[in-house]
C-alpha cells in the first residue's frame, strides 16, 4: 500500500479501541487517516479521501454501507473495507493489536480470483412425500404456488378431500437422486385413489417400477432421508411430521423455491491429474471416502464430481494428493498469497509468536463477533483468518504458516461439526507431525471444536508458541494445488529450525516412496503403465526401473497392478529424496536379439522362459527345439523369421494318419498271406 496510490483510513470508533497508527503505517507502508468517529463527526476526512480519486480502504465494516452511499457522489470511487474492531481493537490485550491490524488490513487488500457459478432453475413442480393429512395439509398451503403432487407411502385412513385440486398418489420411494430442478424418483407400490373413495382414500392395484421427476421434493415422512447429509442437497426440504414448527420453516422455504439460482461452482476439477483408476484396477478413493453429499462418483479412470449437487464443504480437494480437485473458493494458490500478505505485513509491523486463527464466516465471524463484545476479545498475537469453509483446508495452508514464520495454527469448528472433519483432521495431524520433527515445537496446530466465546478464548490463551523461524520463507504461490503443495514443504524445510531429511508419516499421506523387493520384480513395467503421475519410469534404453519421490502421491496404483506382489508403498516425507535425480530401483542386462542384435527384454526373462518351454512344452521340443529361436528374437526379426521359413511356431506336431477300416483289414490280410513277415 503507498501513499501516492491509496488512503487508509482507521477510527478508534469513538475512542473504544486504542490505534497503534506507527504500527500500522509501518507494517502497510503508508501513513493512516486516524479518526475518531469518521462516521460522524469526521465523515468530511472520508470525502476529502474520495475527492482524491485513489482507491481508499476504510477500518471499518459496520458503517460501509453509509460510506458507500457517500461515494456515490463520486462514481470513480474504489472502495474496500476490513474490520479491525471485533478482531483486534475490542479486546483486553488492544493496546498491543497494532502489528494485527496491520496485517489484516494488508491482508484484506490481497485480490481474490472471480468465482465461477452455477445455475439451477426450477419451475415449482414439487412433490410432498408423505404419510398423512400432513403433507395433505402442506400441500393445500403451496398449491397456489407450485404444482404440487402428493405422494403417500403406506398411508393409513385418510379422508378424501372434496375437490381434487393436486393429485394424491400412494407409493414408496425406493431410488432418487438429482437436485433442485432435476430430481428423478424410482416408486414402488405405486397406485392412483378410486373416484368412489368415500370414508377414506382406496387405492387401485399396486405396481413397482414407477418412475417421476420433479424440482423440489418436501419429505414429510418421517423416514430415512433420501440422501446422504441431506441437510446439504439443494430442492430437498425434510421436516418431522411431528414437529410443527419444522414443517412450517420446510412449507415456508419451499414456497420460495421456484425461478433461477446461483450456487457457487466449489471445486475445479482436472480429470487427467486423477489417481483413481487405471485399467479397472482401482487406486485412489481418498474423496469417494469423505464426499458427505454423494457429489462425486466413479467414472473410468477418474472420478466425477457433480457441480449441482456439491456443498462445498472441500474435503475432497483437502486430501487430493494429484490436485486434481482443488477448491476455487478461493484457490490454494490465492489463499496462500493472502495467508503470505497476513504474517509478512504482522512481522514487518514489529508483531511476534503469530498464531493464525482459520474460521468460517457464519459460524467464526459471529462468535469472534461475541468474545470481542462481551468476553476478552482475542489475543494480540492470534491473527483470524476466515475461509469458506474450515474443511477445505489441506497441509499446504497449514504448513505454509509456519514457513512464512508464525508460531501457531488453530482451526475453529463448531462443537456439532456441519461437515465431516476425518480430512481435516487428518491434514492438521500430518502437518502438526511434520512441524514438530523439523524443529517447530510440538501441539503447534490444532481443532477447536466450540460454540463458546469464552472457552475459545481460554484454549487461545492455552495453546503453545513454537519456535518461530529465524529464516522466514518469501516464495509466492502460484499454479496448481500441488505445485504448492510441493514447493510449501520444501520451503517449511529450509525454514526449519531443526531440519531432519525423513519424517515418518500416517497411511493415507499424499506423500511417501516406494519398496521393492528387487529379487522378485521381472521389469514388466505393468507398473509404470499404471502410474498416473510418472513417479515410476522406465528407460527406453535399458531394462531399468526409475521412481522420482517427489512426484509419488501414494495413490497405490503400482502396488495394485503389480502381477509379482512385490511393491509396497511408505507414507514420508524424505526432503533429499526429493532433491535427488531419479532413483534407479531395479536395473538388469537387456536381452540382445540373435537376428539383429537389438536389445530388448531383460536376459534373466528371457533365459528363465527359454528353460521353462525347453523342459516342459512339446511345442519347443526334439524337432521342434528350433522354434526356441524364435523366442531369441526381437518383434522384427521374429516376424520375419516365420514369413521366410514358412511354419507357424505356434502349430501342432503333425498327427499320424487315421486309419480306416478297410486299411485294417487289409493290413491282417497282408499278415496273414506273410506270416513271416517277409
Known amino acids: 500500500m503507498s501513499a501516492a496510490k491509496s488512503h487508509l483510513l482507521i477510527c478508534s470508533c469513538e475512542k473504544t479501541m486504542p490505534l497503534d497508527a506507527r504500527a500500522i503505517g509501518r507494517g502497510c507502508a503508508v501513513t493512516p487517516t486516524q479518526a475518531n468517529q469518521l462516521c460522524g463527526l469526521e465523515l468530511e476526512r472520508f470525502k476529502a479521501a474520495l475527492a482524491e480519486g485513489v482507491p481508499i480502504t476504510v477500518a471499518c465494516t459496520q458503517e460501509a454501507p453509509l460510506f458507500k452511499e457517500v461515494a456515490e457522489s463520486f462514481p470513480q470511487a474504489q472502495l474496500s473495507f476490513v474490520n479491525i474492531r471485533e478482531t483486534g481493537g475490542w479486546s483486553n490485550e488492544a493496546a498491543a493489536a497494532g502489528p494485527k491490524a496491520a496485517a489484516l488490513i494488508a491482508a484484506a487488500g490481497e485480490d481474490m480470483p472471480p468465482i465461477s457459478m ?60 438429482g437436485h433442485l430442478g432435476a430430481f428423478e424418483l424410482a416408486i414402488d407400490d405405486y397406485a392412483l385413489p378410486l373416484p368412489s373413495s368415500r370414508a377414506k382414500l382406496v387405492f387401485g392395484p399396486a405396481r413397482d417400477g414407477a418412475t417421476s421427476t420433479c ?134 509491523a514489529g508483531g511476534s509468536d503469530a498464531m493464525v486463527l482459520f474460521h468460517d464466516g457464519e459460524h467464526g465471524d459471529a462468535i469472534i463477533d461475541a468474545l470481542a463484545r462481551f468476553g476478552a476479545g482475542l489475543p494480540a498475537r492470534v491473527l483470524p483468518l476466515r475461509v469458506n469453509e474450515v474443511t477445505q483446508l489441506g497441509p499446504e495452508a497449514i504448513a505454509a504458516v509456519f514457513a512464512y514464520g508464525g508460531a501457531g495454527v488453530a482451526v475453529l469448528t463448531r462443537g456439532k461439526p456441519r461437515h465431516d472433519m476425518t480430512g481435516l483432521r487428518r491434514a492438521v495431524e500430518m502437518s502438526g507431525r511434520i512441524v514438530a520433527a523439523l524443529g517447530f515445537g510440538e501441539g503447534l496446530a490444532a481443532i477447536i471444536e466450540t460454540d463458546d466465546p469464552d472457552q475459545l478464548r481460554v484454549m487461545l490463551d492455552a495453546a503453545p508458541a513454537g519456535v518461530a523461524t529465524q ?208
Request: charged residues 25%; hydrophobic residues 40%; proline residues 8%.
Open 118 to 177: 452455477v445455475t439451477l432453475e426450477s419451475e415449482g413442480v414439487a412433490l410432498i412425500y408423505g404419510r398423512d393429512e400432513v403433507a395433505i395439509e402442506a400441500a393445500q398451503r403451496l398449491a397456489d404456488r407450485l404444482d404440487i403432487t402428493v405422494l403417500l407411502t403406506k398411508p393409513g385412513d385418510v379422508t378424501p378431500r372434496r375437490s381434487n385440486e393436486f393429485p394424491v398418489l400412494k407409493g414408496t420411494i425406493r431410488n432418487a437422486r
Open 215 to 348: 424440482d423440489l421434493i418436501i419429505d414429510l415422512s418421517g423416514g430415512t432421508p433420501l440422501f446422504p447429509a441431506h441437510e446439504l442437497r439443494p430442492g430437498y426440504l425434510r421436516a418431522d411430521p411431528r414437529d410443527r414448527a419444522a414443517v412450517e420453516r420446510a412449507v415456508a422455504d419451499a414456497g420460495n423455491l421456484v425461478g433461477t439460482f446461483d450456487k457457487p461452482r466449489f471445486i475445479d476439477f482436472d480429470a487427467s491429474l486423477c489417481a483413481h483408476s487405471r485399467s479397472g484396477i482401482t487406486g485412489c478413493t481418498r474423496c469417494l471416502d469423505l464426499c458427505p453429499t454423494g457429489a462425486i462418483t466413479p467414472n473410468g479412470n477418474a472420478v466425477v464430481i457433480d457441480a449441482n449437487i456439491c456443498a462445498g464443504c472441500g474435503s475432497c480437494a483437502s486430501v487430493c494428493p494429484t490436485g486434481a480437485a482443488s477448491y476455487s473458493l478461493p484457490s490454494a494458490d490465492a489463499l496462500m498469497r493472502r495467508l503470505r500478505t497476513l504474517l509478512q505485513t504482522y512481522r514487518m
Open 471 to 678: 529464516r522466514p520463507a518469501g516464495f509466492v504461490p502460484r499454479g496448481a494445488k500441488r505445485s504448492v503443495l510441493e514447493t510449501t514443504f520444501r520451503e517449511l524445510h529450509l525454514a526449519a529450525p531443526a531440519p531432519v531429511d525423513i519424517v515418518p508419516l500416517a497411511p493415507g499421506a499424499p506423500f511417501g516412496g516406494v519398496n521393492l523387493n528387487v529379487e522378485g520384480c521381472t521389469l514388466c513395467h505393468a507398473c509404470v503403465t499404471a502410474c498416473p503421475t510418472a513417479a515410476l519410469s522406465d528407460n527406453p534404453d535399458r531394462a531399468m526401473l526409475r521412481f522420482t519421490e517427489s512426484l509419488c502421491v501414494q495413490c497405490g496404483l503400482c502396488e495394485a497392478t503389480c502381477p509379482e506382489h512385490v511393491i509396497t508403498l511408505e507414507p514420508r516425507l524424505d526432503f533429499q529424496a526429493w532433491n535427488a535425480p531419479l532413483r534407479v530401483l531395479k536395473e538388469e542386462e537387456p536381452f540382445h536379439c540373435i537376428g539383429c542384435g537389438k536389445p530388448f527384454g531383460t536376459k534373466s526373462s528371457i533365459d528363465r522362459v527359454l528353460a521353462k518351454l525347453g523342459e516342459k512344452h512339446w511345442m519347443f521340443q526334439g524337432a521342434n527345439a528350433r522354434r526356441l529361436d524364435v523366442i531369441k528374437m526381437c518383434a522384427d526379426c521374429r516376424v520375419e523369421a516365420v514369413v521366410n521359413e514358412s511354419f507357424d511356431p505356434h502349430a501342432a506336431p503333425q498327427r499320424p494318419p487315421v486309419m480306416t477300416t478297410e486299411d485294417y483289414l487289409r493290413a491282417r490280410d497282408a499278415k496273414k498271406d506273410d506270416p513271416l513277415g517277409s
